[in-house]
């Protein structure tokens, strides 16, 4: 058991109980061959052992197999591997095909969930799925309609089923789900629809739900413990989430929990944000909003917080903070620690004890933030753990139908949920980012239910004063706070980041680009344009001694909203020309499995 | 069901009341003999002159233009810098509700249609309707689902603006940029606004 615990996890965190996590899928974890999990690993490192492609021959990589999945919208997430199996999912209908790689890929079955059409324009932003998950197994989906589904690897047979939310309501999923002992956890989306949005466990065996827990609203709801749960050291007091929303407004709060989970075996809990407050008007929702844009650390079996942070108090400019928790163990003030490392859509870096929720490093990843000097970091200050907001761009002081302009980063974030890859080689992150700024005015909006409640006109654009593209690759050192080297890109990176140990990270682009770079230096060591823009992450696996690479194209989700056409009107001439062009002049709409590995000799 | 139903009527009476006004106005407005011409930025690139040209505003109901077969229309004024209220809102309420599909500027997404291209098509009642209950396309290859925006006010009550702005943006009197000078926000909107919102 030891053992397996410490080959598991990538980071290296020591398990001091057996029979913790799930066995089944600790053990894929442990075997590199395999991808059990969206997020690689418990730890959401992004980190695969194989080495057989390397910073050395990774120029000689070529296409071994490809896989259309039939659908043409937004393909996020991954494949996974297990044993001589693939299992390969798909945006709306969220098709899953299990794909057998002793016999040239053949579909072994296919599994096609009837969903309502009507859920599709309640989701935001296309209609992504971030894919599936295994354990004891089975295979774990989580459809747009809320429906969370287990089935039998081996046949595609359905287990069981269970109705997370309704989506009439506005309660939709885009998420993977977390296998975890023996439940499975999961989040929902529709924080433009005014939902009070929740984490809830399923028994892994039937589907019978065991507790919930709330991102807003009473503690009985949220499942924090008043005296007990801490935000940076100090008891949070009893309802304290009532006390920062105005009347009964919690009740339509937001908060969803569309991101990614990671999970310490050792410390027996799992992290993961919740995002913006409803609406996108601040005007009309006084107060901090607790617990919208909050880390959270959550115990599996019972959903009890033992800390939460809160990192953008009263959200005036979306910075929906669902992005993944990635769990490294280094030194930080020449101390070995637990680490939890969150690139926050907000701009700012955050490293912490993930143990303590103590907060050790905010730092802009990108420098053109500007909506806030610093996060202050004096304990004794009023506004310790607070970002310390810059008037002119704060849309709540300038007041509704204000247009604020020139906020960095834009609503989609300095990162979105495209998730970074760290290296336990290097020490560093490998963080995809958006290098887009914003106009935003809010105003007025009335609630109907299953109706978005938006409440904030916005316009996007490059960051002026760059290199006039939209996006960087960047590498992050978590100890320090600093910007390592940075890869400008004409788009977004909105695709999920691999490193590997052999020195190697794979990303993908909107053009279609798989790109591999030198962990060390970020050199572009070979790209290869697939069939459409790349939303979904980079895997890899080893099938008969050999390491394969392969990732799913299909332009779309947030990505391909305003840049299809391109964000603004290219002869405005606000920068470079480069910067403003239409991904629609680049790639089309897909839906594409390429797998790459090395010639035979 | 029924209290959709009823909603979706509120948006229309909605839409009948911001069309009612006071007489004085109209015949302040006929008497003053205005020319609606449009005073176009002068290098505007995608003017589509038979959208344009139907387009072109007839009567000014205070700040509601209309065309001659009395739907709502757009004016814009001082070589293409200046535009009427109802055009200013649209461009707000469209990159509030309807961006998030159809894409900035009414340029479409990767799965929604560009409705700068739609509104050279669509007749006002055409539009409403869809807006209102609407529109499914799903078979093999599409997916494309528009909701039913009948019982959302912070859509309804804005039908007209939406469709004066996506007419300025169909016809290519407006191009893609947030618009500067506006004319003011009229009084009987104001009020059918408010009358709108509250309901």
Known sequence: ?601 | MSSMKTLALLGLVGAAVLGTVPTATLVFAQDAKTDFANKLDPNAKEIDEPVLKAATAVKDEDGKYLDKDGHPTFRITNDGKKVDWYTYAGYRRYHAECHVCHGPDGMGSTYAPALKDSLKRLSYEEFYGILAGGKQDVNNTANQVMPAFGDNKNVMCYANDLYVYLRARAAGAWGRARPAEKEDKPETYKKAETECLGG
């Open chain 1, 1 to 601: 058991m030891r053992a397996v615990h410490l080959l598991a996890l990538g980071a290296g965190i020591a398990a001091a109980t057996p029979a913790l996590a799930n066995e089944s899928v600790l053990k894929s974890i442990a075997n590199p061959a395999e991808q059990a999990l969206q997020t690689v690993d418990y730890a959401n490192t992004r980190y695969s052992k194989l080495d057989q492609i390397n910073a050395s021959n990774v120029k000689n990589l070529q296409v071994a197999w490809t896989f259309s999945t039939g659908v043409l919208r937004g393909h996020e997430g991954a494949p996974l591997v297990v044993g001589n199996m693939m299992y390969v999912h798909t945006p709306f209908p969220n098709i899953v095909y299990a794909l057998d790689l002793d016999q040239g890929a053949k579909i072994v079955w296919k599994y096609e969930p009837k969903q309502d059409p009507s859920v599709i324009p309640v989701m935001c932003c296309d209609t992504v799925n971030r894919g599936l998950a295994y354990a004891d197994g089975t295979i774990i989906l989580h459809q747009a309609d809320t429906t969370v589904v287990s089935l039998d690897a081996k046949t595609g047979k359905v287990n069981w089923s269970v109705k997370n939310g309704d989506p009439s309501k506005g309660e939709t999923n885009t998420a993977t789900v977390l296998p975890v002992k023996d439940k499975v956890i999961v989040g929902i989306s529709g924080g433009e629809f005014g939902v009070q949005c929740h984490v809830t466990a399923y028994s892994l065996k039937d589907g019978k739900k065991i507790w919930r827990g709330y991102s807003m609203g009473p503690d009985d709801q949220t499942l924090i413990e008043a005296g007990k749960t801490t935000e940076l050291g100090k008891p949070v007091e009893k309802d304290a989430s009532l006390k920062t929303w105005e009347g009964d407004q919690w009740k339509q709060g937001g908060g969803c929990t569309w991101g990614w989970f990671s999970y310490d075996p050792k410390l027996d809990l799992f992290y993961y944000g919740s995002g913006n407050p409803s609406t996108w008007n601040p005007k009309q929702r006084p107060g901090d909003n607790k617990w919208s844009m909050t880390v959270w650390a959550r115990n599996p079996d019972t959903g009890k917080a033992k800390w939460v942070y809160q990192m953008t108090p009263h959200d005036e400019w979306d910075y929906d903070g669902i992005n993944e928790m990635i769990l490294t163990d280094q030194k930080i003030d020449g101390k070995e620690q637990p680490l939890l490392t969150h690139f926050d859509r907000n701009g700012f870096g955050y490293t912490l004890n993930r143990d303590t929720g103590a907060l050790l490093v905010a730092e802009k990843y990108d420098p053109v933030v500007n909506w806030a000097t610093k996060v202050d970091m004096d304990k004794g200050s009023k506004t310790y753990g607070r970002p310390l907001v810059v008037s002119k761009y704060s849309t709540e002081q300038n007041g509704e139908d204000v247009n604020s302009k020139g906020i960095c980063p834009a609503a989609l974030g300095s990162k979105d949920q495209q998730p970074a890859a760290y290296s336990p080689k290097t020490q560093l992150f490998y963080v995809p980012t958006n290098h887009v700024c914003m106009d935003y005015e809010p105003f007025k909006v009335t609630y109907t239910p299953g109706q978005p409640y938006v409440g904030a006109t916005l316009s996007m654009y490059p960051a002026p004063g760059s290199h006039g593209g939209m996006g960087n690759f960047i590498a992050w050192d978590g100890v320090n706070g600093k910007i390592k080297w940075s890869n400008p890109e004409q788009f977004s990176v909105w695709c999920g980041a691999l490193a590997t140990a052999g020195d190697v990270v794979f990303y993908g682009t909107l053009e279609g680009y798989l790109k591999a770079v030198d962990s060390k230096t970020g050199k572009e060591l070979y790209k290869f344009k697939t069939p459409s823009g790349i939303i979904g992450n980079v895997m890899t696996y080893e099938h008969k001694g050999k390491q394969y690479v392969g990732v799913l194209s299909g332009v779309g989700g947030w990505a391909g909203i305003g840049l299809a056409a391109g964000l603004t009107d290219p002869n405005a001439g606000l920068g470079a020309v480069g910067g403003y062009a239409a991904l629609s002049s680049y790639t089309n709409l897909g839906g594409q499995l390429t797998v790459f590995s090395l010639p035979n000799n």
